[in-house]
C-alpha cells in the first residue's frame, strides 16, 4: 500500500508560550489517489505535510506512509517544501539529482533518470542551467522533478505554484495532472485555490483555522483527464461553490463554534 494515513494526529509547538496547531486530524488516501488540502493560513497544512514527510512526529496520532510509520523515518514520501529550495551553486540536472542522490540512489542512475525527465517536464536543454537563469515557472517544474525522482510512492507538494501568475498556473496545473495520470503517484497537495483543488483533486480536505482540524471532504467526481476549460461548467461551479461554503464553515469553526463531541461536522455536499 503506497498511499498514506493520520490518524487522530494532533500537535502544539511549545515554546515561550504553547501554539495548539493540529486538533485530531485524519485522513486516508489510497495508492494513486490525488488529495487537496485547503485552508486559512496558519491552519498547520505545512506542520500536517512535515508530519508525513517524517520531519516532526506529532504529539499524539498516528503518521503512516506506504503501511510505515513516519514519525522519525523521514524519506518515506517525496516532500517539496513551501519554498523551492533549489541550491543556486548547482546546476539544474545537479539539483534535480539531489533529493534522489539523499536517499541513496547512485550519482549515475539519478543522473540517467534525471536526464529521462528533463523533457516531459518542460526543461529540455536546460540541464546545465544555473538556477537564476530558468523563470518562475520552470523553477518549481525543477523542483517537482527533483520531488519526482526522490524514491517513495507518495507526493507531498506544499503550494507548489503559490508563487506563479496565473497564465503560468494553468499551465503547470494542465502539466502536473498529466505526469500524475502518466505515473500514477500518490499526492497530497497543499493549495489556497479551491478551483486548483477541485481541478487537480480526487477529493479535498477542508481545514478549520488553527488549531487545524479536518472540517470536511469534498468529492471532485469529475471524469480525466480534465480540460481547464472544465472550471467554467455548471457541475464545477457548482461543486465550487459547495466547496466554498464548506470553507466559510470551517472559518467559523476556528471562532470557538466547534461542534459538541460527538455531532458530526457539517457535510453540505451530503
Ligand atoms: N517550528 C515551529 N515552531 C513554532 N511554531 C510553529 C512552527 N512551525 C509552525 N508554527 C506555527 O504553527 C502554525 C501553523 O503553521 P503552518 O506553517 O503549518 O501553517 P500553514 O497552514 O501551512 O500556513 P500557510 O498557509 O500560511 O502556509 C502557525 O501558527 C505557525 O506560526
Ligand atoms: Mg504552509
Known sequence: MNGFALRHVSHAFRGERVV???DDVSLEAEAGTFVSIVGPSGCGKSTLLRILAGLLTPET?????????AAGHPGL????????LLLPWRRALANATLGAEIAGVSRRQAREEALALFEPFGLAGFERAWPAQLS????QRLALLRTFLTPGGTLLLDEPFGALDAITRREMQAWLQEVWLRHG??????????????LLSDRVAVM???????ATVVDAPFARPRRSEIVTEAAFVARKAALLAALDDAMRMGEGAHPPAGRAPGHPLG
Do not use: W, Y
Request: neutral net charge; aromatic residues 4%.
Open 20 to 22: 495548539p496547531v493540529l
Open 61 to 69: 496520532g498516528e503518521a503512516e506512509v506506504a503501511g510505515r510509520n
Open 77 to 84: 514520501a517525496a516532500f517539496m517544501p513551501q519554498k523551492d
Open 136 to 139: 518562475g515557472g520552470m523553477r
Open 185 to 198: 503517484r500518490t499526492v497530497l497537495f497543499v493549495t489556497h485555490d479551491v478551483e486548483e483543488a477541485l
Open 208 to 214: 478549520s483555522p488553527r488549531p487545524g482540524r479536518i
